[in-house]
């Protein structure tokens, strides 16, 4: 695994997750699971085992790189690269691959989300692993999660023939997310996993995908690469210049498609009990499921509330009588009260208080 580099990509705010996590404090930084660790760190310690923190890039924005590097200072401060905008998932990643490129020709790199729970390790890193020796045969490869119920929040892989590397199947095609009754068919024929977002290749693949579906993106992130390892300041002035009119696109149309249609991609199917914490919802359910996995008071209460879910941030004891199946989240300056089953319509609330100017909340 020696030329193993993973990314992790620290962008957005987790409006889903809003009122914990916020513009200045999104959800990588806070902890969400069982464990004492944020997201962020978690992710971190689950790459160890693959790859030291010398190896390992995060790809964040400015206002967040500071707690980044207090959480995690076994990343070298090199490794941080701060977007001076958002630009989607494409310009990111390609920079990533390309400033590693530079470091390592022989590079392979991972994508793996800084705000995903992933309570079986040994299964993602097994996972990786296969990848890993799938992505030498020049192939982009996804980690697929088999799916458990009919999801219509995330994407799906259609999953072809067997490649005879472990577990690796090919990849027929990426579907988007699905109304509930395609989603009910996707679960029941088999032949589809839920899309984790996840992917490894070889730099030199990935980059070559870019040069030939992405000029433009091409040509601005190898300006900072080139750079980046012996005039760091001077790269990172360049970044400043060429991210200002950077197109914004995510990987997947950037590229990802392109590949697939080639036959390029594969995919690895994992059972790793892998959440992307995406809604109160998605809490609650493993919460309720598998033991608390927020930081709640001990004298939170619900009683004759079956299904709901609550939680405080200041310690204040929260308390839900006779009310089935909603989420209440505590702040120091927001209560959300929210059906579960309207928990994706949470980021509507957001742009809401935006609307209001209320940007304190946001």
Same mark, same amino acid.
């Given at each position: $695994?020696?030329?193993?580099?993973?990314?992790?990509?620290?962008?957005? /705010?987790?409006?889903?997750? #809003?009122?914990?996590?916020?513009?200045?404090?999104?959800?990588? +930084?806070?902890?969400?699971?069982?464990?004492?660790?944020? %997201? $962020?760190? +978690?992710?971190?310690?689950? !790459?160890?085992? !693959?790859?030291?923190?010398?190896?390992?890039?995060?790809?964040?924005?400015?206002?967040?790189?500071?707690?980044?590097? &207090?959480?995690?200072?076994?990343?070298?401060?090199?490794?941080?690269?701060?977007?001076?905008?958002?630009?989607?998932?494409?310009?990111?990643?390609?920079?990533?691959?390309?400033?590693?490129?530079?470091?390592?020709?022989?590079?392979? $790199?991972?994508?793996?989300?800084?705000?995903?729970?992933? /309570?079986?390790?040994?299964?993602?890193?097994?996972?990786?692993?296969?990848?890993? &020796?799938?992505?030498?045969?020049?192939?982009?490869?996804?980690? =697929?999660?088999?799916?458990?119920?009919?999801?219509?929040?995330?994407?799906?892989?259609?999953?072809?023939?067997?490649?005879?590397?472990? @577990?690796?199947?090919?990849?027929?095609?990426?579907?988007?997310?699905?109304?509930?009754?395609?989603?009910? &068919?996707?679960?029941? *024929?088999?032949?589809?996993?839920?899309?984790?977002?996840?992917?490894?290749?070889?730099?030199?693949?990935? %980059?070559?995908?870019?040069?030939?579906?992405?000029?433009?993106?091409?040509?601005?992130?190898?300006?900072?690469?080139? /750079?980046?390892?012996? *005039?760091?300041?001077?790269?990172?002035?360049?970044?400043?210049?060429?991210?200002? *009119?950077?197109?914004?696109?995510?990987?997947?149309?950037?590229?990802?498609?392109?590949?697939?249609?080639?036959?390029?991609?594969?995919?690895?199917?994992?059972?790793?009990? #892998?959440?992307? $914490?995406?809604? #109160?919802?998605?809490?609650?359910?493993?919460?309720?499921?598998? =033991?608390?996995?927020?930081?709640?008071?001990?004298?939170?209460?619900? +009683?004759?509330?079956?299904?709901?879910?609550?939680?405080?941030?200041? =310690?204040? @004891?929260?308390?839900?009588?006779?009310?089935?199946?909603?989420?209440?989240?505590?702040?120091?300056?927001?209560?959300?009260?929210?059906?579960? /089953?309207?928990?994706?319509?949470?980021?509507? @609330?957001?742009?809401?208080?935006?609307?209001?100017?209320?940007?304190? !909340?946001?």
């Amino acid at each position: $695994m020696s030329r193993f580099y993973p990314v992790i990509p620290a962008g957005g /705010s987790g409006t889903r997750l #809003w009122p914990l996590s916020r513009q200045s404090s999104p959800k990588f +930084l806070h902890r969400l699971g069982a464990d004492e660790r944020s %997201l $962020m760190q +978690l992710t971190l310690a689950r !790459l160890g085992p !693959l790859s030291p923190p010398e190896q390992t890039y995060v790809v964040c924005g400015p206002a967040h790189k500071m707690a980044i590097a &207090e959480q995690i200072p076994s990343v070298p401060p090199r490794n941080l690269v701060v977007e001076p905008a958002g630009r989607n998932s494409g310009p990111a990643i390609a920079l990533a691959a390309a400033i590693i490129h530079a470091r390592d020709p022989e590079a392979v $790199m991972g994508s793996f989300a800084a705000d995903h729970l992933i /309570s079986v390790g040994d299964a993602f890193r097994a996972a990786v692993r296969t990848g890993i &020796e799938v992505a030498a045969t020049g192939r982009l490869v996804t980690i =697929g999660v088999p799916p458990r119920y009919a999801e219509t929040g995330y994407g799906y892989i259609e999953i072809g023939d067997e490649l005879g590397i472990g @577990a690796a199947l090919a990849v027929r095609s990426f579907k988007e997310k699905p109304d509930l009754v395609t989603a009910q &068919e996707y679960v029941e *024929d088999g032949r589809h996993l839920w899309n984790a977002g996840m992917f490894v290749g070889r730099t030199a693949d990935l %980059l070559e995908d870019v040069r030939h579906h992405a000029p433009q993106i091409y040509e601005r992130v190898q300006r900072v690469a080139e /750079s980046w390892h012996t *005039d760091n300041a001077a790269a990172r002035e360049i970044l400043t210049e060429v991210w200002q *009119d950077m197109p914004s696109i995510s990987i997947d149309h950037a590229i990802v498609e392109q590949v697939a249609a080639q036959g390029r991609v594969a995919t690895v199917p994992a059972r790793m009990g #892998w959440s992307d $914490m995406g809604d #109160w919802d998605t809490v609650a359910e493993l919460g309720l499921a598998e =033991g608390s996995r927020l930081a709640q008071p001990r004298d939170t209460l619900l +009683l004759d509330s079956p299904g709901s879910f609550a939680t405080s941030g200041t =310690g204040r @004891a929260v308390t839900v009588v006779g009310v089935p199946d909603v989420v209440v989240v505590e702040t120091d300056t927001c209560i959300l009260v929210v059906k579960r /089953s309207e928990a994706q319509r949470v980021k509507d @609330a957001v742009e809401a208080w935006k609307e209001r100017g209320r940007d304190d !909340l946001l």
